[in-house]
């Protein structure tokens, strides 16, 4: 369970119906296919420094324990489970059969067109991103 819901389900404002692991990213950078050079320049620096960030987090477990816990008024036990189901990825690369699973989602909830095709290589930015096959 996402930390940010933890406390929620504890105080029973919110029922856990039941854990289910996404197997996309939790957040993205989403640019359209227009974007001109200078601000797509601008976004790879802030994933570069996104990037940073993670690798001083998983360098310093305990900072990043506390730091969450605190976050999100969890205990350090809970926060230590929840992130051992965490993956950290910060980079171009799109695993091409996980963004067809959440074009797939997308379309189950209404919000793409079913009859639209949407090929998952129409979806990301040649030159700047790469697919990975998983």
């Known amino acids: 369970m996402m ?6 389900v504890d105080k029973g404002e919110w029922k856990l119906v039941r854990k ?6 939790a957040f993205v950078f989403v640019v359209s296919h227009d974007i ?10 802030v994933v570069i420094s996104v990037h940073r960030e993670i690798e001083r987090m998983l360098k310093d477990r305990d900072m990043t324990l506390n730091f969450i816990s605190e976050l999100y008024n969890m205990s350090l036990d809970d926060t230590a489970n929840w992130m051992k189901d965490v ?3 910060c980079n171009t690369e ?3 059969a996980a ?3 959440a ?3 997308l379309r189950d909830c209404g919000i793409v067109d079913k009859k639209a095709e949407v ?3 129409e979806l990301i930015v040649t030159g700047s991103c790469a697919f990975v096959e998983s």
């Open 3 to 8: 930390p940010i819901a933890r406390h929620l």
């Open 36 to 45: 001109s050079a200078d601000r797509l320049a601008a976004i790879k620096e």
């Open 119 to 121: 090929r998952p290589d």
């Open 99 to 101: 963004l067809a699973l």
């Open 87 to 89: 993956k950290w990825q």
């Open 20 to 25: 289910v692991p996404a197997p996309w990213p």
């Open 103 to 105: 074009r797939d989602a």
């Open 94 to 96: 799109v695993d091409r």
